[in-house]
């Protein structure tokens, strides 16, 4: 069987691999699939060219932590409360849910992830009502094409927290039989799980045990600040000996240095959402308090109820938030932040693979990891002229300059348009499916009741 050759030419590399660096006029060669060589004149003549004449070539960027089932209601909550949040979102509107709507929102919401240029997402699914509504969130992860860490997690509703005693459910075992007996597909196996605190002591202690004895990874949100609820997350794992290498620990915002101290010291990883954190008052973005334990968190979208879908603002608040945070209350002591745009588009990329073990496969442009390559567009109004592409990427990009995206070598965006994808369809599915779930939670604004005109 003859192996497929590309090479990607013209383009600057920012290879976020600190052996390779950044390569004016670079080329990247891919062998089916994955990265063979970084650098420049390669003198490739038997390869399929792709011209990144006036591009930034950079590896995709890894999402730690999106609820992409929600994209249908994109954008129901653009500024509320997390006690609101969890009011209208886990109380009222996930219950509506039928499978078809968690599948178009996952097809949807990793197809806008691919267009943002997020090549790897870990899809945080606590939306498992029914076993149908896991195989079309999975349906929907594949439909696009994407590179994702399916979380596992549980049905809607509030007796499934505030110390829950009902355990994560069983069907997480069919799920791994039927999709996942390898880890090494396009696609992986997480478990989404409740923290004590959400759930009881015993219940926490057998979902631990659950993804351990699965071998899966664990994702678990932590010190998100709420009216009156007094709980250290963190704390009551160390005390239940659950604390691992294993897991990664989402917000941390209202988390006491004590136990970001024991997340570090067990090895764990975070994922910051700097955004949501800020709009709902989860607490401030802890990013600088885990710098200074040897943490480098990744970064995440959470919610497109609330947040715009995409890194690029993931990165430039995260940025802004930690450098302001160095503000002293006097003038003789000068401003001294250490926060960079570099620091960020690491934790946008690498620090992304990291958190969900795939840093030997993704995060950066290093020879034997996979081809998730994104192209972005620098003779852009808002992009042009270049200075410093690091600068370009953090401070100027946005979705409109992503003009290709590579999975494994294969091309899911080009010249600016996503591959395969019958969005006209998309739309239409997407309406359909917030007429019924916000209609049953009698939240569709009366515009969007009212019947479409003719065309
Ligand atoms: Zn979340």
Not at 58 to 73: A, E, S
Not at 91 to 102: L, M, P, Q, T
Not at 301 to 312: A, K, L, W
Not at 410 to 417: L, S, T, Y
């Amino acid at each position: 069987m003859s192996s497929h050759r590309s090479v990607i030419r013209n383009g600057f590399v920012v290879s976020m691999d600190p052996d390779i660096g950044e390569i004016p006029n670079g080329e990247v060669l891919v062998e089916d699939g994955v990265i063979v060589e970084v650098g420049q004149d390669l003198g490739v003549s038997d390869a399929e060219e792709i011209d990144a004449t006036s591009m930034i070539v950079m590896p995709g960027f890894v999402d730690t932590h999106r609820h992409t089932w929600q994209t249908p209601v994109r954008g129901v909550l653009p500024c509320c409360t997390l006690d609101h949040y969890f009011a209208v979102m886990l109380g009222s509107v996930g219950g509506h849910y039928r499978a078809e709507d968690v599948h178009v929102g996952n097809y949807a919401g990793a197809l806008e992830a691919i267009n943002g240029g997020v090549t790897t997402l870990l899809d945080w699914s606590h939306i498992n009502n029914t076993p149908d509504h896991s195989d079309a969130a999975i349906q929907g992860l594949k439909d696009a094409g994407i590179r994702a860490i399916y979380a596992h997690g549980v049905p809607t509703g509030g007796e499934w927290w505030a110390f829950s005693e009902l355990n994560h459910p069983e069907d997480i075992r069919r799920i791994r039989d039927t999709y996942f007996s390898s880890d090494d597909g396009l696609i992986t196996l997480a478990l989404a799980a409740r923290a004590p605190g959400n759930s009881n002591f015993e219940v926490a202690k057998h979902d631990w045990e659950l993804a351990r004895d699965l071998g899966i990874r664990i994702s678990v949100h932590v010190g998100m600040r709420l009216t009156t609820v007094h709980v250290t997350h963190v704390k009551n794992m160390h005390d239940l000996g659950l604390l691992g290498p294993d897991t990664t620990y989402i917000h941390c915002t209202d988390s006491t240095d004590e136990e970001l101290d024991l997340i570090a010291s067990t090895g764990g990883t975070a994922s910051v959402a700097p955004y949501v954190e800020m709009l709902m008052g989860h607490g401030p973005p802890p990013t600088g308090r885990l710098l200074q334990r040897g943490v480098r968190p990744s970064l995440s979208v959470d919610v497109v109820s609330s947040v715009p879908g995409e890194m690029f603002t993931q990165m430039r608040t995260a940025l802004v938030h930690e450098r302001i945070g160095a503000h002293t209350d006097t003038p003789d002591e000068a401003f001294a932040p250490t926060l960079t745009h570099r620091d960020v588009l690491e934790f946008a990329t690498i620090e992304g693979a990291r958190a969900c073990a795939l840093e030997d496969k993704v995060g950066s442009l290093t020879p034997g990891k996979q081809a998730d390559i994104v192209l972005l567009k620098v003779d852009a109004i808002n992009t042009a002229p270049m200075v410093d592409p690091i600068g370009t990427i953090v401070v100027f990009a946005d979705t409109s300059n992503v003009d290709s995206v590579f999975v494994a070598g294969d091309a899911v965006k080009r010249n600016g348009q996503l591959v395969d994808a019958d969005l006209k369809q998309i739309f239409r599915k997407l309406d359909e499916s917030r007429n019924h779930i916000l209609g049953e939670g009698e939240l569709l604004p009366d515009w969007a009741a009212a019947p479409a005109t003719a065309v």
